[in-house]
């Protein structure tokens, strides 16, 4: 029975700590709150902040002298890609320039172009706006693209169609031979 009634003091003693314990805990609290911050400052690189990623070369095709009508559909390979990691809203626009179509054999041999028509489509999340109507950008630059005050990150431009105009006057007398242009494409800071 001692022992018994020994065993249930240990007990009870074991359970007035436990409970003073929890009691304790319970009511402990901050006398004080204070806040603290944390930070972070973004930079754009300093290279290569506003890249034009990817640029279409133009195909028009093969054609025979004397079914040629002066006018020529063009074949764009691939969209526009450009990365803007200036972090900004100044925007940006590309330009582009068509230089004369020389022989590929003979730099002599000129085709008789008089226009190079270039239409960019917009981009479908909006951020990028083409030309809305094709413009000539035979021997002299063009806008053909401008991207918005928000339009940070990776843009890829809407479809692009083209079509290059001959003088009719003079294809009866071309040489036979691919010709070649140099495009220039350039992307320039801010929107105008």
């Known amino acids: 029975e001692n022992?018994?009634?020994?065993?249930?003091?240990?007990?009870?003693?074991?359970?007035?700590?436990?409970?003073s314990t929890?009691?304790?805990v319970g009511i402990v609290s901050a006398d004080t709150t204070t806040n603290g911050t944390a930070t972070l400052t973004v930079?754009?690189?300093?290279?290569?902040?506003?890249?034009?990623?990817?640029?279409?070369?133009?195909?028009?095709?093969?054609?025979?002298?004397?079914?040629?009508?002066?006018?020529?559909?063009?074949?764009?390979?691939?969209?526009?890609?450009?990365?803007?990691?200036?972090g900004g809203s100044t925007g940006y626009r590309v330009q582009?320039?068509?230089?004369?179509?020389?022989?590929?054999?003979?730099?002599?041999?000129?085709?008789?172009?008089?226009?190079?028509m270039m239409n960019v489509a917009n981009s479908t999340n909006g951020e990028l706006t083409g030309t809305g109507s094709a413009v000539n950008i035979f021997g002299q630059q063009a806008v053909v693209l401008t991207g918005g005050a928000d339009s940070n990150g990776t843009q890829v431009s809407?479809?692009?169609?083209?079509?290059?105009?001959?003088?009719t006057s003079k294809v009866g007398s071309l040489k036979v031979g691919e010709y070649q242009a140099t495009v220039t494409?350039?992307?320039?800071?801010?929107?105008?």
Do not use: C
């Not at 809407?158 to 003088?167: M, N, P, Q």
């Open 3 to 19: 022992e018994m009634l020994l065993g249930n003091k240990v007990f009870s003693w074991s359970l007035g700590i436990l409970i």
């Open 22 to 24: 929890l009691t304790m």
């Open 43 to 86: 930079v754009a690189p300093s290279t290569n902040a506003l890249t034009l990623m990817s640029t279409p070369n133009i195909d028009f095709g093969t054609a025979t002298i004397g079914s040629i009508n002066g006018t020529l559909p063009g074949t764009s390979d691939k969209p526009y890609t450009i990365l803007d990691l200036r």
């Open 96 to 116: 582009v320039e068509a230089s004369n179509f020389t022989s590929k054999t003979d730099s002599s041999k000129l085709l008789p172009v008089t226009a190079v």
């Open 158 to 167: 809407g479809d692009i169609t083209s079509r290059l105009t001959l003088d």
């Open 185 to 192: 494409h350039s992307i320039v800071s801010g929107i105008q």
